[in-house]
């Protein structure tokens, strides 16, 4: 499940996937609306789009109109109402002419094939289909196939996607493969929930919290680390600064502590932007770092780290570090 949450997050940093995956589930999600929730309705339309059972009963009103009014105008003009249909139907109720008067239908007949020239005596092969139009029929095949090319691109993503190794894929690997500390053996209490965490350079988003809840499923608090400062341009990000907070629900104030890279940490510039946000810390391997609230305490351990390299200043951003966040309840609650 991992594996293809992280394929899903690298993927979506992909303006282009993330596109086509945002066209693909519009149109299905259209077509679910506009065919089952909020389907198209007709009004004040022409007898062309009617079913053909509908359309017959309207061309023998039109014959019945016009066996008691003698008007001819009315008698073509409801036949024209029929378009493409209307030969069809004519036949069809010639066929079947129901409660029709056989002498007033031939009449009618007469009167069309005087105005419209002889008429076929069997319905057409592909006559309208009475109801959908060729144009929407076009449409919706337009449709359908664009959502299986995008479905199709879509899967060869993933599993192409399932062959890289992506940075938030990597991360994961390094955090499962690294052992948690056994606090019970330095005579400290077993914490109330323990994490690895690791960020590797390319996780742009890169961003982990974590519940905090008692053994009975009570809310304590939450906790978690994230990008606090990025130098230079270009990408990736070039994290120089990582913010780990505490939240404890029984506090006013969520505690937090800064761990900078060491040329960010000389640097008065960064200094200035990140000291509003809590403790300034220089990270170094087995490094720890104490957050406490009102009832909780979180220690935070640098299990491991290396700083990039490159055109940067030496130590400026870090390619890799894992954390460890353990969480305990404070003395005395």
């Known amino acids: 499940m991992e594996a293809v949450?992280?394929?899903?997050?690298?993927?979506?940093?992909?303006?282009?996937?993330?596109?086509?995956?945002?066209?693909?589930?519009?149109?299905?999600?259209?077509?679910?609306?506009?065919?089952?929730?909020?389907p198209v309705?007709?009004?004040?339309?022409?007898?062309?789009?009617?079913?053909?059972?509908?359309?017959?009963?309207?061309?023998?009103?039109?014959?019945d109109s016009f066996a008691r009014t003698g008007n001819l105008d009315d008698a073509v003009r409801r036949y024209d109402n029929l378009g493409k249909a209307a030969a069809p139907t004519l036949a069809r109720v010639q066929a079947n002419p129901g409660n029709v008067d056989p002498n007033a239908l031939q009449q009618y007949v007469n009167v069309i094939q005087a105005a419209k020239g002889p008429l076929p005596t069997t319905p057409a092969p592909g006559a309208a289909s009475g109801g959908i139009s060729?144009?929407?029929?076009?449409a919706s095949?337009?449709?359908?196939?664009?959502?299986?090319?995008?479905?199709?691109?879509?899967?060869?993503?993933?599993?192409?996607?399932?062959?890289?190794?992506?940075?938030?894929?990597?991360?994961?690997?390094?955090s499962r493969q690294v052992e948690k500390t056994d606090?019970?053996?330095?005579?400290?209490?077993?914490p109330i929930t323990?994490?690895?965490?690791?960020?590797?350079l390319g996780d742009d988003l890169y961003d982990e919290s974590f519940s905090i809840d008692t053994g009975g499923g009570e809310f304590l608090g939450e906790y978690g680390v994230g990008v606090s400062e990025t130098i230079g341009v270009g990408e990736p990000k070039k994290v120089a600064a990582l913010?780990?907070?505490?939240?404890?629900?029984?506090?006013?104030?969520?505690?937090?502590?800064?761990?900078?890279?060491?040329?960010?940490?000389?640097?008065?510039?960064?200094?200035?932007?990140?000291?509003?946000?809590?403790e300034?810390?220089?990270?170094?391997?087995?490094?720890?770092?104490?957050?406490?609230?009102a009832t909780l305490q979180l220690l935070a351990t640098v299990v491991d780290m290396e700083y990039g390299s490159g055109a940067m200043p030496q130590k400026s951003y870090f390619d890799r570090i894992t954390l460890e966040l353990a969480v305990w309840l404070r003395s005395g609650e």
């Open 280 to 293: 300034l810390v220089v990270v170094k391997p087995q490094e720890q770092v104490l957050l406490e609230t």
């Open 194 to 200: 323990q994490t690895m965490t690791t960020y590797v």
């Open 141 to 174: 095949l337009v449709v359908l196939v664009l959502v299986a090319v995008g479905a199709i691109y879509l899967l060869r993503l993933l599993r192409k996607g399932s062959g890289t190794v992506t940075p938030v894929m990597q991360a994961n690997e390094i």
């Open 243 to 278: 913010e780990i907070w505490l939240f404890d629900k029984n506090d006013i104030k969520t505690a937090t502590k800064v761990l900078m890279s060491e040329h960010a940490y000389n640097d008065p510039n960064i200094r200035a932007r990140l000291e509003p946000k809590g």
């Open 134 to 138: 060729a144009l929407v029929i076009i």
């Open 183 to 190: 606090f019970q053996s330095l005579g400290l209490a077993q």
């Open 41 to 63: 309705t007709y009004t004040s339309t022409t007898p062309e789009l009617l079913r053909q059972d509908l359309q017959d009963d309207y061309l023998r009103t039109a014959v």
């Open 5 to 38: 949450t992280a394929i899903i997050k690298n993927l979506l940093q992909n303006t282009r996937t993330a596109l086509i995956v945002g066209v693909v589930l519009g149109l299905i999600l259209g077509l679910i609306i506009g065919w089952g929730i909020w």
